[in-house]
Structure formats: C-alpha cells, structure tokens
C-alpha cells in the first residue's frame, strides 16, 4: 500500500509538472501576443511618419505653386513693359529732365541775385 501511494504522489509529481508546463505555454503565447501587439503599434508609428511625411509634402508643392504664381506675375510684368511702346519711357526722362533744367535754373538765378545784392 505504500507503494501505492508513492506512486500516486509520483503521478501528482509529475502532472504538476505537466500543469507548470502549460503555464509556461500560456504565458509564451501571452507574450507573443504582446510581440503581435508592439508590431501593430510599430506600423501605427510608421504609418503616422508617412503623414507627416506626406503633409510635409503638400507643403512643399504649395509653397512651389507659390514661386510659380510669383514667376507668372514677373513674366507678366515683363511682356506688359516690353510690349509697350519705349516712346512713354522718353518721354518721362524728358519730362525729368526739363524738370531739373528748370529747377537748376532758379538755383542759378537765385545764386546770381545774391551775388548781386552783396556787391
């Protein structure tokens, strides 16, 4: 009877043994679970860098559209001048021109009488 009952204690040895092997197991497939989760917040993370990547991009396209709408209006500018005739343009040199004459003319004048009134 005493065998009989080391060998029961022997069966209950060994499926504790059994019992603490499938713990082990249960707890390897909670941590692969884990790993499973971390992945999927990895590509999360990886999928928010692409945004902003992405944003970081329309950004740049925007501020290109920028300079182009900038380079449209200077070449505007350009073929409005040139396709204008240079004659506007002689004109107001004219114009500046005389202006000054004119204007060092009084300055002359105004020297003169001075030069007038002390002698």
């Known amino acids: 009877m005493l065998s009989a ?4 204690f ?10 603490e092997a499938f713990a082990h197991v249960d707890m390897m ?9 971390i992945d999927m917040l990895s590509a999360v ?11 970081a991009i329309d950004d740049a396209m925007a501020h290109v559209e920028m300079l182009s709408a900038i380079d ?11 396709s204008e ?3 506007k343009m002689t004109a107001v040199t004219a ?4 202006l000054l ?4 003319g009084f300055v002359i004048k105004n020297k003169f009488n001075a030069v007038q009134k002390k002698d």
């Open 29 to 37: 497939t909670a941590v692969d679970d884990a790993m499973a989760h």
């Open 101 to 104: 004459a004119i204007g060092a």
């Open 85 to 87: 005739s240079s004659t």
């Open 10 to 19: 022997a069966h209950v040895d060994m499926m504790t043994a059994i019992d």
């Open 72 to 82: 449209d209006a200077f070449d505007f500018i350009n073929k409005k001048s040139e």
């Open 45 to 55: 993370d990886e999928a928010f860098a692409h945004v902003d990547m992405m944003t």
């Open 95 to 98: 114009s500046c021109g005389a």
């Open 5 to 8: 009952v080391e060998e029961a």
